[in-house]
């Protein structure tokens, strides 16, 4: 069951350029197809990072990049690699806004 919950689940994240420059930088990305979900206890008993990794598109592309991204317990991003195409870290000027479909809230 949860390989169907991956299978149809996606990602989608609006990177917002705010920094006034030009060209303006910002763009979406969707995932179209997660590989993996892996969640890492450190010895605290709970999941304190989640990494989810496979294909998506950046809008306006028809080839898909490689991605993944890192989750803190507080929903903090640690790392967004989009390969071949750009690297969000934090503190970087691309903020994105997640969206996730199909995965379990609890």
């Known amino acids: 069951m949860s390989v169907k919950i991956v299978e149809t689940s996606t990602v989608t994240a609006i990177f917002v350029d705010e920094s006034g420059l030009t060209p303006n930088r910002s763009f979406t990305f969707t995932s179209t197809a997660i ?42 991003i640690g790392n967004f690699p989009i390969f071949d195409f750009t690297r969000f870290v934090e503190g970087g000027n ?13």
């Open 35 to 76: 590989a993996f979900v892996g969640c890492f206890d450190f010895g605290q008993g709970f999941c304190e990072l989640v990494i989810i990794g496979g294909m998506g598109l950046v809008v306006g592309e028809t080839i898909p990049r490689e991605f993944m991204l890192s989750l803190s317990i507080n929903n903090q």
């Open 94 to 106: 691309l903020e994105p806004d997640l969206t996730f479909f199909g995965c379990p809230a609890t």
